[in-house]
């Protein structure tokens, strides 16, 4: 949000353009403008320049990936929607279809909605390498529930939104990339605080700090979409970027090992009940006679309710409410397979506070905590983020001299205020992998600051 090439810069790297104060809407000359300035500027630009293609990557794909619930039910609709009819099969026959169909003989769970016209889905589970659970798959397979005819077969890891989640979380590159995403996203964050503090007014008074201009030098023009732009997009993309630390390495793990720790945890929200088994008739009820109790649970036809089968004739049918895959209000029950007794209504509501929080951090992030309003402002927070990125890259490469980097080839300032190294200290503590990456960056600078008094002596 900031001019890539200040006063301050341009004193020691030569430009092709002439600057004037007027440029840079600033009523300040360099010798006035804080000591501070060149520094917070310097990292915003480096921080902008070298997070760039991961935050392409990561922007691109979460604006996808917020409406992949409309983009998949508008792809999917000869899979989801059946015609009515008056007689339907029984859901132990349909089971039975679903594994003549399977990849598998673990059918683990069965899909339906309280809705006539929806398709049922079983999903078997597809072993990978043996003692590697991350290669395991996940085959569905869509039934009409009427004819019991295969409406089609999918593997759910190989989905092209979960490709695009894959590529958002973790770059496809596993925990390696899950470091990367997170590194970029903490550095989002501080982008933005930096960003703010190089808009700051300081006592000007310019209409162009609160809206851009549209005619003039492209420079000019591009750097005051990109300053104001940003102003106006700081609270929404600060708060989706936030929310994103949640799924992550290691601020994620890090809160979901605080919230353990404080007994925040609900083990039950997972697990299937234990229940007791008849000695005297130990026969499981039917799935006909299981579904509609649980079924008996949903919300709205829009309801997904995916039943977990029983893995142990000790453990109860677990069933999973969601709509719109919005985690906020994801609610589970269990049955018990020979009473048809229901335990364990589990509503967001019932949960312990910290995981309420973080169901509420997952369901922002992914614009879905208040339906489509909260999604197009998740939109809107991915491609402005995009377009800072962008706008910023543009205006250091439209700067920078030819044949040259652009690059400030001067040192740090050797001192700072002591708010401006708690505020390090802070930023450091808060997003601990950022925080490596500055120690990294002080230590280089400090060497290339070396380097150039040596070849510079005073």
Known sequence: MSNPLPETATQTVPDTESVSSSDFDSSESTSTKPKLYPVVWRWHFYAGLLTSPILWMVTITGAL???????????????????????????????????????????????????????????????????????????????????????????????????????????????????????????????????????????????????????????????????????????????????????????????????????????????????????DNPQPLTLNEIVPKFLAYSRSPEDAVAIRFSEKPDVAHKAFYMIDEDKNQLKTISVNPYTGEEFALINPADLPFLYRVRLWAVSIHMGKIFGMPTKILALIASLGLLGLSVTGLWMWWKRKPHGRSGFPRTPLPGSLPLWGWIVIAVCGILFPVAGISILAICLLDWICGLLFRQQNPA
């Open 65 to 279: 990936y917020v409406f992949s619930t409309e983009l998949s039910a508008w792809r999917d609709q000869e899979l989801h929607q059946v015609v009515a009819q008056s007689d339907r099969l029984s859901y132990d026959r349909l089971k039975e279809i679903a594994a003549e169909n399977a990849a598998s003989d673990d059918l683990e769970a069965l899909v339906v909605h309280d809705d006539p016209a929806r398709s049922v889905a079983f999903v078997a589970h597809v072993e990978g390498e043996p003692n590697n659970r991350a290669d395991d798959q996940h085959q569905w397979i869509y039934l009409n529930p009427y004819d019991g005819s295969l409406l089609g077969t999918r593997i759910a890891e190989h989905d092209f939104f979960a490709v695009v989640l894959k590529l958002h979380r973790n770059l496809m590159l596993g925990t390696t990339g899950r470091v990367l995403t997170e590194l970029v996203t903490s550095w989002g964050l501080i982008l933005l605080a930096t960003g703010v503090y190089l808009w700051w007014p300081r006592g000007k008074k310019n209409v162009r700090l609160w809206l851009p201009r549209l005619k003039g030098k492209f420079y000019a023009v591009l750097r005051d979409w990109h300053a104001v732009s940003g102003i106006y997009l700081v609270p929404l993309i600060g708060i989706v970027a936030f929310t994103g630390l949640f799924f992550t390495q290691v601020w994620g793990s890090g809160f979901n090992t605080t919230a353990k720790k404080m007994g925040h945890w609900p083990p039950e929200w997972f697990q299937a009940g234990k229940v007791e088994v008849p000695a």
